[in-house]
């Protein structure tokens, strides 16, 4: 297991050298082949951590930590297969080269943080992989170069640098709680927070929990630090759009569970699960109403992810082993299905030449296996059957109802159905409405197809079947997040 940890931390840094020294011809390939791989890396590490955490060094995997590098390392492998397509068409024009090297140089590292984060053992080398994240990402969207991109890129770095700032300080008040019972030497790892549990002084736990929530929430898009996240995913490059929902946002979220488990061990699980649902409820308000209205297709979907960060939030403040099993599922459904609707968008603006859910239409003649796929992956967003959305949702439903938050449980059942609303009338307009200047019948590439149907499989495989393997994993997760204490 150390090589694994140590390989999974590195191996994108050689597609990244390869960009960084000018390496067109091998950057697309090494790309792809490093995704691949980390991907395996990943899934290798499902028995080990399942009987407990693997460490090496400063590294560390536990079964929750798999979870999100999972949905990193899933969504960068399919990345990097899109990107060849992405790019591919643009191989002609002026500066291509040189984009594409910037593009790549890019991509990999953002995968590299975001591999990195959940990987870390301590408070502090987390809130650093999590800055990281936010200085590539922020490049990769100003990459465009049009002034709406530069605006997006800006807006998001003023944002994540102020909830940071105030992560940074949660991770202060934390290490200043540890250091009341660990002694000033003590360097903010998980388990010696988590095993003094009580012992530590209640007040600055409590407010270096809230500081992570407002902090590292601005990461992860929760009301009302979000504003930064429709300019993001709809002016980045499309893959990026893909990772920065998929992932970026659940890496983020992990570094919030990491103090909710801190809190939960030291104040008892109430406070801090109350915290979650309120933020968790008007996420899903906020994303549910917007929905309804959005007429710019990347920004629809950027406006989904806020939902579903919502519903991550309400999963864990339910606290029910149900509701936390489906908030771990749905990290990986969720990576899976917003790929594949962002990668299928991406095709949409392509054959299109715009963003307007008012101008697409005629969808499904146009694209024959992308405009299907997208419609697959709208339908698993929603959460219909047979994905691995409707499984995750359906248990933090049941484990909701359960522990008898039945007003909260009505209440997120009824924002999701007005979200479904929003994204079912805006594509069906875009794929079945016909259209008088639809273009030419035909797939730009079958590199932006491939990703999909991989997508497409592993929402299938989750909601009707996932892996035993899978499944220890996550009852082992729900053991770490405490569930039903």
Same mark, same amino acid.
């Given at each position: ?19 960084? /020294? ?6 697309? $390939?090494?790309? *792809? !082949?490093? @995704?691949?791989?980390? #991907? +395996?890396? &990943? ?126 300080? /949660? ?6 709680? $540890?250091?009341? *019972? !660990?002694? @000033?030497?003590?360097? #903010? +790892?998980? &388990? ?294």
């Amino acid at each position: 297991m150390p090589v694994v940890l140590v390989l999974l931390t590195t191996m994108p840094l050689v597609p990244a050298l390869a960009a960084f /020294a000018g390496r067109t011809r091998v950057t697309g $390939g090494l790309s *792809v !082949l490093t @995704g691949i791989t980390s #991907l +395996a890396l &990943a899934i290798s590490l499902v028995p080990a951590v399942v009987h407990g955490p693997a460490r090496f060094g400063f590294l560390r995997a536990d079964a929750v930590s798999v979870v999100f590098l999972l949905a990193t390392t899933f969504l960068y492998a399919a990345a990097a297969v899109y990107s060849i397509g992405y790019l591919g068409s643009e191989k002609d024009t002026v500066g291509a080269g040189r984009y594409a090297l910037r593009f790549y140089l890019g991509l990999n590292l953002f995968a590299w943080s975001m591999m990195c984060a959940p990987l870390m053992d301590g408070l502090a080398l987390l809130w650093i992989a999590v800055e990281i994240t936010t200085v590539v990402s922020a490049l990769l969207v100003a990459l465009d170069n049009t002034d709406r991109a530069a605006e997006a890129a800006w807006k998001y770095v003023l944002l994540a640098s102020a909830g940071l700032g105030i992560g940074l300080l /949660a991770t202060i008040v934390m290490y200043y709680a $540890g250091s009341t *019972v !660990l002694g @000033g030497s003590y360097d #903010l +790892a998980f &388990a010696p927070l988590l095993a003094t549990g009580a012992a530590l002084p209640h007040t600055a736990v409590q407010l270096a929990y809230v500081l992570a929530v407002v902090g590292f929430g601005t990461k992860v898009g929760l009301f009302p630090v979000h504003t930064w996240l429709p300019d993001a995913h709809s002016e980045a490059p499309t893959p990026v759009s893909a990772m920065l929902s998929g992932s970026l946002l659940a890496v983020s979220f992990y570094a919030l569970l990491r103090y909710y488990q801190v809190a939960a061990a030291t104040l008892g699980p109430s406070f801090p699960r109350t915290v979650l649902l309120v933020f968790g409820v008007l996420s899903l308000l906020l994303a549910a109403l917007y929905l309804l209205e959005q007429r710019d297709l990347k920004r629809l979907l950027a406006y989904s992810s806020v939902e579903h960060m919502g519903i991550l939030a309400i999963g864990i403040g339910l606290g029910a082993p149900p509701a936390i099993a489906g908030v771990l599922l749905h990290v990986i459904a969720h990576a899976a299905a917003k790929g594949n609707a962002f990668f299928g968008a991406g095709v949409l603006v392509r054959k299109y030449g715009t963003k307007d859910v008012a101008t697409i239409r005629s969808g499904l003649t146009t694209l024959p296996w992308t405009a299907p796929l997208f419609l697959l992956a709208i339908l698993a967003l929603s959460a219909m059957p047979p994905f691995g959305l409707f499984r995750s949702e359906f248990q933090i439903v049941a484990g909701g109802l359960g522990a008898a938050h039945n007003t909260v449980t009505v209440v997120l059942v009824v924002l999701v159905t007005i979200a479904f609303l929003g994204l079912s009338v805006a594509t069906t307009r875009m794929l079945f409405v016909p259209g008088a200047d639809a273009p030419v019948r035909g797939e730009p590439s079958g590199w932006m197809v491939a990703p999909m149907l991989a997508g497409f499989a592993v929402l299938l495989v989750l909601g009707i079947h996932p892996p035993a393997d899978f499944a220890n994993l996550l009852a082992r997760g729900v053991t770490e997040l405490g569930g039903g204490t």
